[in-house]
């Protein structure tokens, strides 16, 4: 088994479940947007071992490892309850026990069933810097902040972040001055990597890499689904009715399936590429309030 990036998928190649062989391994490198990775359904027979999950699991340069593209997994014990998620299935059927009627924008929860999101006083406080490590990049990482932001709080007032630039020249996990910080990664395992309400502040920052700049998705589009993350929205694609994909059941839904949203990777199905959708302003509406 090798893990997706994110860059693989807005590049084209198709997944048949959420993790499905094909794509970057943990020491190969992204392949171009003209080559891609074989379609390759995953049952039983095909599934991953333990250990060959666990070793070809991509991690970046805080030990995170990196699941489903973009998403972080921050201890091990953790990336085994995800593999046994996984591991569940059969035949290639994958475990989902939500009801398809209740789909929606999704919000994650934590292993105990409980929503993971901000409180209403931090999630209008969301603040964070942008490294100067960026260096020639940094002005096109402000305004892709800014636009991707922007797209979330137009829909909520319940939802501001702020940027404090003051902050840029130290802008590491360490810096307790903001909520998170956005940094240049080497790595060309993902475009960009985000994280949870509720992770550790040592890793709450937003993981750029190179590639982001080249994509032909926009940055501000790609950084607004991070931002997704960061308010604590799960891929949409993980849902029944994207019928591909699969990644968890820990989740609660908030508005109906959306294969347009923001959240949805286009080659899980969605319908669009990284782009806000209306149902996206329900579901952060529902989440954060009007």
Not at 8 to 20: E, S
Not at 170 to 199: G, I, K, M
């Amino acid at each position: 088994m090798k893990q997706h990036s994110l860059a693989r998928l807005l590049a084209g190649a198709t997944l048949t479940a959420g993790l499905a062989l094909g794509g970057v391994g943990a020491s190969g490198m992204a392949a171009a947007a003209s080559d891609p990775a074989p379609i390759q359904e995953v049952t039983s027979s095909t599934a991953p071992t333990w250990k060959q999950f666990e070793s070809d699991t991509v991690q970046d340069e805080y030990g995170v490892y990196i699941v489903d593209g973009d998403t972080p997994v921050l201890t091990k014990p953790e990336l085994f309850r995800f593999f046994s998620a996984f591991a569940g299935t059969t035949s290639g059927t994958l475990k989902n026990d939500h009801d398809s009627e209740h789909a929606d924008l999704i919000i994650n929860t934590d292993g105990s069933g409980n929503v993971t999101k901000w409180s209403a006083t931090q999630a209008r406080n969301l603040t964070y810097c942008v490294s100067d490590r960026f260096a020639g990049n940094k002005a096109a990482v402000v305004a892709g902040m800014e636009r991707g932001a922007g797209m979330w709080e137009a829909a909520s007032s319940g939802v501001n972040f702020v940027y404090d630039p003051t902050q840029d020249s130290t802008c590491t996990t360490r810096n307790n001055n903001v909520v998170f910080s956005v940094e240049p990664t080497t790595t060309r395992q993902f475009l960009a990597r985000a994280f949870f309400p509720d992770s550790p502040k040592a890793y709450r920052n937003v993981l750029v890499a190179r590639g982001a700049f080249t994509s032909s998705v926009p940055l501000g589009n790609i950084l607004g689904h991070e931002l997704g993350h960061t308010l604590g929205f799960r891929h949409e694609h993980t849902r029944p009715e994207a019928g591909t994909c699969f990644e968890n059941n820990n989740w609660v839904a908030l508005t109906p399936y959306d294969s347009d949203s923001i959240m949805h990777y286009p080659q899980c199905n969605g319908t669009a590429n990284l782009t806000f959708s209306a149902l996206d302003a329900e579901g952060v509406r529902a989440a954060y309030g009007q």
